[in-house]
């Protein structure tokens, strides 16, 4: 019952997650009711964005530069490396602070069944990162779910054979959850209560 | 924390109804993570919408040809004429079925507090309308809310000059609500319950 632009748009907005059809439609006709600059803004945002961002080339996270905000300040230690699953996580644990080292951004987990494998989440450059940074710790913050625990099962017998220390981010992040949608205190508690990994 | 080109793109999502920091810092990692090309149709989709949908020469709904796809179909009556406040309002009212006249869309209602006055929302156009179709009765569907009565009743008034029978949609819209949110089975009982408004 819709023109056809106003149908591509309905569906075009599907892509956005927790995006149904009734929160589409209203999304649709909002904008074209009230909101064309706004529109406009955020056409050019996401060609912007999707075309211009890649990934830092130390931590690997999502950003225009080189290298980010983070790897690129001077007053981060490099002997304390936090490994983590996405952009979103990194920010959580700023946003809990008490975290002063360098982060690497896996962008996903092991996951055998969706044939996603170590190089897929960048662990040689991880490993290449510990040795060349002389890094002294490494503090796993992937997900407390099934393949978060595994792929820091796997890194951390990786870095034994290095020689280099590991530890599990532990207490406070409940089972099964995702660590982006963690307060801040459970997670500063989590930083502060990592144990070292028994192999 | 995250690089400009991420922010704006944040920031940009916020334009979308219901979108907060939490959920437009999840959909640009989304989309970028996981979805550019999806981003990338987004983007075309609102430039080709924001920049060709207008309005129905005839009932002044959202559409990019002149005429929409209900009023350039012949199996509409032209005698009735239903008087909404926006396009939802259309579909929500399509979707329930029954009716067979034809449409007005208002976009909007009377706000004299926001300075909009009849012309605004098209009474002028709706009256000329209703003269040349030859209209027997127009449904006053706005909202029942304030500002929905207070435009059905300005309506009334106008048509009750005229000569021209104006109903109200009556049982089941529950009062302070919106139009557009109502279950199909609720609007059907609505517009057969309509009765004629007593000026
Ligand atoms: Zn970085
Ligand atoms: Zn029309």
Redesign the interface.
């Known amino acids: 019952?819709?023109?056809?632009?106003?149908k591509?748009?309905m569906?075009?907005?599907r892509?956005?997650?927790?995006v149904g059809p009734r929160?589409s439609?209203?999304?649709?006709?909002?904008?074209?009711?009230k909101?064309?600059d706004?529109?406009?803004?955020?056409?050019?945002?996401?060609?912007?964005?999707?075309?211009?961002?890649g990934r830092c080339h130390s931590c690997r996270t999502?950003?225009?530069?080189q290298l980010?905000?983070?790897c690129s300040h001077p007053g981060r230690e490099k002997a304390t490396l936090c490994v983590v699953e996405?952009?979103?996580d990194?920010?959580a644990l700023?946003q809990a602070g008490g975290f002063s080292g360098r982060y690497f951004v896996l962008?996903g987990h092991l996951s055998p069944i969706d044939g996603i494998g170590p190089d897929d989440i960048g662990i040689t450059d991880l490993l290449d990162r510990v040795a060349e940074d002389k890094v002294k710790e490494v503090i796993l913050a992937t997900n407390p779910t099934v393949e978060g625990e595994a792929t820091a099962h796997y890194i951390a017998e990786e870095l034994k054979s290095m020689g280099v220390e590991a530890s599990r981010i532990a207490h406070g992040v409940p089972l099964g959850g995702e660590l982006e949608y963690v307060d801040g205190g459970t997670l500063a508690h989590a930083l502060a209560g990592r144990r070292k990994l028994e192999l």
């Open positions: 019952m819709f023109s056809p632009l106003i591509e748009l569906e075009s907005l892509c956005l997650p927790g929160s439609q209203r999304m649709a006709l909002h904008l074209l009711e909101d064309r706004g529109a406009l803004r955020l056409a050019k945002a996401l060609i912007e964005a999707a075309e211009g961002v999502l950003c225009e530069s980010c905000d983070i996405t952009p979103s990194v920010m700023e962008m």
